[in-house]
């Protein structure tokens, strides 16, 4: 059982961050984020060649994390692979120790810098979820042959309880739990109002008994990047006011860890949202003085009951 799957059983809330591999070979990239991070998370998520740039493997990253004594959650997308592919590097990933994996569909090819690459997208994220599911459970490949060997992996998912139409986000949530998701990650929140509302609609169907969930939360250094994302990426709400803080604050830097302390205090108190996963971008030191500041530190380890 993988030390994420662990503390979120024994009802601890849990802490995940992202960590973006590098453009190349420097392994040091990967090795200075993770101990920026180690003990202060319980995992970190490692991105499988995000909006569609080409990156030093998720694989490859996940063992480097690993030596640096922190947990990795290995994303595999749909974008660039089929299921045989897939397959094997599940297989690959399960007899590593890679414990922890989290299936995503991926960014179009379109918005990395080889858009002229050819997409693969032979399943979505639902169908993966489903794939590997069997394969830990019935023994059995996609085809029906039967697995050899031990696999398991604790399976999640990513959700944007914001996106068009929201009303139809708790069905798309529940198909990824029925295929096989164990743990949820979701977009980040910064209307608190909207995702309470989903996860009122999520807490109607049981689901948050049926899968643990993390809500996501971005620290934003400006308010450009926050214009920026507010406009460029979908199925993300800003709020005017938090826009408005942010441009009258004169040091915007620290109203951005504000808002993102002050969002996850708000969190903890949402029925059924079991941890938080900060997608601290191209900022990774700066998690542990949220952490910290949300009354998340120190973090529980196997020995805590």
Known sequence: M?????????????????????????RSVIEKKCLQLRGYVDAVNITDNQTAIVRLSSFASCLIARECGIEPVMQMVCRDRNRIALQSDFLGACALGIENILCLTGDHQSMGNHPQAKNVFDVDSVQLLSIFHNMCEKKVFENGENVKGEVRAFLGA??????????????????????GAQFIQTQ????????????????KMGLHEQAYILAGVIPVKSLQAMRYMENEVPGLVIPTHLLRRMEKSKDPKEEGVKICVEIIGELKKIEGVRGVHIMAIAWESIVPEIVTRSNLYPRPSREVE
Not at 2 to 24: D, M, N, Q, Y
Not at 188 to 203: C, L
């Open 188 to 203: 980040a929140v910064f209307d608190v109002e909207i995702f309470a509302r989903f996860m009122e609609e999520v807490r």
């Open 158 to 179: 990513g959700e944007n309880p914001f996106a068009d139409p929201m009303e139809f986000r708790v069905y798309r949530l529940a198909k990824k739990i029925k295929a």
């Open 2 to 26: 993988s030390l994420l799957e662990e503390i979120l059983r024994k009802g601890f809330f849990a802490v995940t961050a992202e960590v973006g591999p590098p453009k190349g070979t420097e």
